[in-house]
């Protein structure tokens, strides 16, 4: 059997925890100044620089969408096969 106080001292470390928690408007104000001190600093790039990564995103999107296609294709047959399948047996 467990002891009878035990409950007890649950309940008071969870009443402890509880007053620990800060409200959302104390931690808004605490990181309204952290927000606007951050400065970001971009790469300059040269107008061919630009048009180079431009060709590598259209040619990697390019690839996506043939590959899509291709597994769409793949489950398309296999759903046809399936249902031709489960056609064959009920008749």
């Known amino acids: ?3 009878a106080g035990q409950p007890m001292k649950v309940v008071k470390a969870n009443r402890a925890l509880l007053k620990k928690k800060r409200s959302f408007k104390e931690m808004r104000t605490s990181y309204i100044g952290y927000v606007n001190d951050a400065n970001l600093k971009f790469k300059e790039l040269t107008p061919f620089e630009q048009q180079k990564i431009r060709d590598k995103i259209i040619a990697r999107a390019k ?3 043939f590959h899509d296609m291709k597994m769409s294709l793949v489950a398309f047959l296999i759903l046809v096969l ?7 047996l009920l008749f």
């Open 63 to 65: 690839q996506e969408r």
């Open 1 to 3: 059997m467990g002891y």
């Open 82 to 88: 399936l249902i031709f399948g489960a056609y064959l």
